[in-house]
């Protein structure tokens, strides 16, 4: 009864309180839901209440405490004994994403660290080892590596020894330089900053700075790139447009033929992007939408190829012409006397026949000191110069140059030799601006009686008809402007006997044993007596060598398969240079230099051995016979090369305008200007008035 009681109450109460696990069971979602939160909640628990933390851990690692016993009687084990004192950083980041860090040891993090296991055998744990010899080094070294941070103490991933002894080695050295630092004396550290004070102001970023990538042209490397394009198309609308008018195409023509003039208007003067006009850009753009549509309609493989060809052959023409054009014009501007210079020549021309207050002064004072005047100028222990020109400017550059640099001017004699047109002239500046101290005869070329056409062979051709047709009958087979030969050799110079005077130096100077040759293009710097004292080991001639690798040798001067060349020469000679020559006057005559001269000049009348000009005739006399100088007496190629070292002009003794950029042109190179223009006397009242109009 009891039980059936007690059962019907149950049942009862069952009835009035229905049981609420039904539900959830119905709804798996949010009990997993509730379960997620809880675990959540709990972690955070964890993770941000310290005694949470502490008690979480403890009960965690309750087991490897109570093995703790057993590990202590194996071998080996005592070695773990110091890693629970080890503490590590734990990083890890929150809901909000900061990062956080706390602190752990070893033993609550034992579970998740991996350490050497004695019972392992050692070839199977690799990551142990390497913590353990990391932590090894790591203790050996704590003394050098004090402030290191207690994070680098023990390292939990794979270190690097290297990379550890790196660092070691880097604090040492930081370490050895500071107390080098601190025992340096004053003095020594005055010394250390006057070099340093020093080697900045003696750097020399000149040439850093021309090649500086910061600069304007070195900032965009395809600054043309677009006006290329342009040009390319204004060639491919050309030829489109020929084929357009071939094929009665007039619409297309006259387009063409409108975006190439519009393209044209574009680029005017332009030599880069940046100087294109502001519509160039939609020019091109229009334009390749033409020639897209011009190709669509007329393009032809075979017609394009041919058009092309012909307008290739066509510009190959043109430059040719140009180029012919413009060695023309080079020559014909560098032998034409400038009117400055003409008028120089005048002015002085006139004051010598009309002045003769000063003229009869000097000639006066020129009687009265005849024999003294005499004996200066066949004086051996002087210093004699050989000049020959017919440029009164240029001679009086020469001489003043060459007396402002002299040691001692009184003795230095200059000889002068000019035609009979500018002989007043000459005459006359150096009466009127005579050099200090030194001495200057000028004489006049008629006067050598000796100097004829029996006895001279080049004056004879130079007088020959056949050479005069050479020279001046343009419809002649052999006349230059055919394009057979260089134009340079119709220059006047080379029918100056002037021009070849240098041959003859023992007629002029009988009296003489040494004497330097002096152009008059070229410019003194420095005292030139010591080449009086150069030893020329028997030789007649003291030249500086031009040649270099291939360039400037005896087949660039000399016709080779010539049989009279070819047999007596060698093509790899190094040739020399004119312009500044010591020669020899003794050695001259013993050897008959002007008879070798001659001899070949004979031979050459049909200009089969070499064309016109010195230096090729000069090469042949001298072979053999040249004794190299030092290259710093004389410097060549301010005349022509724009690119010749400033620094070998600088310490250069004489400096040499040959070419056809001479300094007193127009055509001059304006950097090399100076180096000349510094000795004219512009105080003079003709040069003042002459040049006026130049300034």
Not at 222 to 232: C, E, P, V
Not at 312 to 325: G, M
Not at 577 to 600: C, Q, S, V
């Amino acid at each position: 009864m009891a039980s059936s009681s007690s059962s019907a109450s149950s049942a009862a109460a069952a009835a009035a309180y229905p049981r609420t696990t039904l539900p959830l069971r119905r709804r798996p979602g949010l009990l997993a839901l509730l379960l997620l939160l809880l675990c959540f909640l709990s972690f955070q628990v964890v993770v941000h209440v310290p005694a949470a933390r502490s008690a979480v851990s403890q009960w965690l690692f309750s087991g490897h405490r109570a093995d703790r016993g057993t590990r202590e009687n194996c071998p080996g084990c005592s070695k773990l004994q110091d890693v629970d004192k080890t503490e590590k950083t734990i990083a890890y980041t929150d809901q909000h994403g900061r990062i956080k860090l706390f602190k752990v040891t070893a033993r609550e993090f034992g579970s998740s660290s991996i350490w050497e296991n004695p019972w392992l055998p050692r070839d199977s744990q690799p990551v142990a080892r390497t913590q353990v010899a990391a932590r090894d080094h790591l203790h050996a070294s704590e003394s050098e590596t004090t402030n290191l941070s207690r994070a680098e103490t023990l390292v939990t991933t794979i270190v690097d020894p290297i990379k550890l002894r790196r660092q070691v080695f880097r604090r040492r050295r930081k370490e050895r330089r500071v107390q080098e630092l601190l025992q340096m004396d004053k003095k020594a550290e005055l010394e250390m900053r006057n070099a340093a004070i020093n080697s900045s102001m003696n750097f020399n970023n000149k040439i850093r700075g021309s090649y500086n990538i910061w600069r304007q042209e070195f900032r965009f490397i395809n600054t043309d790139s677009t006006l290329r394009l342009i040009k390319d198309q204004i060639i491919m609308a050309k030829l489109y447009a020929t084929i357009a008018l071939s094929q009665k195409e007039p619409g297309m023509y006259a387009l063409l033929m409108k975006c190439i003039k519009e393209s044209q208007t574009a680029i005017g003067d332009a030599l880069i992007d940046s100087e294109l006009d502001s519509s160039a850009l939609e020019r091109a753009k229009a334009m390749g939408h033409v020639l897209s549509s011009a190709r669509d309609v007329l393009y032809s493989s075979g017609e394009v190829s041919r058009k092309l060809r012909v307008m290739l052959q066509s510009t190959e023409l043109n430059i040719d012409a140009v180029k012919k054009q413009n060695s023309f014009l080079v020559q014909h501007a560098a032998k034409t006397v400038p009117m400055p210079l003409h008028c120089l020549h005048m002015q002085l021309t006139t004051d010598y026949y009309f002045r003769d207050d000063v003229t009869k002064e000097h000639f006066d004072d020129d009687a009265l000191k005849a024999e003294q005047y005499k004996e200066k100028l066949e004086d051996r222990s002087l210093y004699h110069y050989a000049i020959f020109s017919d440029n009164v400017l240029a001679a009086s550059v020469v001489v003043r140059s060459t007396v402002t640099n002299a040691n001692e001017p009184e003795k230095h004699v200059f000889h002068i030799v000019t035609d009979r047109l500018n002989f007043a002239a000459m005459k006359m500046w150096f009466i009127t601006h005579p050099p200090q101290l030194a001495t200057v005869h000028v004489e006049n070329i008629d006067n050598f009686k000796w100097l004829n056409s029996s006895y001279c062979s080049v004056l004879r051709q130079l007088e020959s008809a056949r050479l005069k047709e050479y020279y001046f009958k343009a419809h002649d087979p052999s006349s230059l402007s055919d394009g057979n030969e260089n134009l340079k050799y119709r220059n006047p110079k080379y029918l100056s006997m002037l021009n070849h005077l240098r041959f003859y130096m023992p007629e002029i100077h009988p009296k003489l044993e040494k004497i330097l040759f002096l152009d008059d293009d070229v410019v003194v710097q420095k005292d030139l007596t010591p080449l009086w004292d150069i030893d020329l080991k028997g030789m007649v001639n003291g030249a500086v060598e031009t040649c270099k690798e291939s360039f400037h040798r005896f087949d660039t001067y000399l016709n080779f398969s010539h049989p009279k060349i070819s047999e007596n020469f060698d093509p790899h000679a190094c040739g020399w240079a004119f312009g500044m020559n010591m020669f020899d006057l003794k050695e001259w005559k013993k050897r008959n230099i002007t008879g070798i001269y001659h001899y070949w000049q004979d031979l050459n009348e049909d200009r089969k051995l070499w064309k016109l000009g010195t230096l090729p005739p000069g090469l042949i006399t001298f072979y053999n016979l040249t004794y190299p100088l030092n290259r710093t007496w004389h410097v060549l190629g301010l005349g022509y090369d724009p690119a010749v070292d400033i620094a070998e002009i600088d310490n250069a003794a004489v400096v040499h305008y040959n070419g056809n950029y001479k300094p007193w042109l127009d055509l001059a190179i304006s950097k090399y200007k100076p180096y000349w223009s510094k000795y004219v006397d512009v105080d003079n009242s003709h040069v003042e008035h002459c040049y006026e109009g130049k300034q």
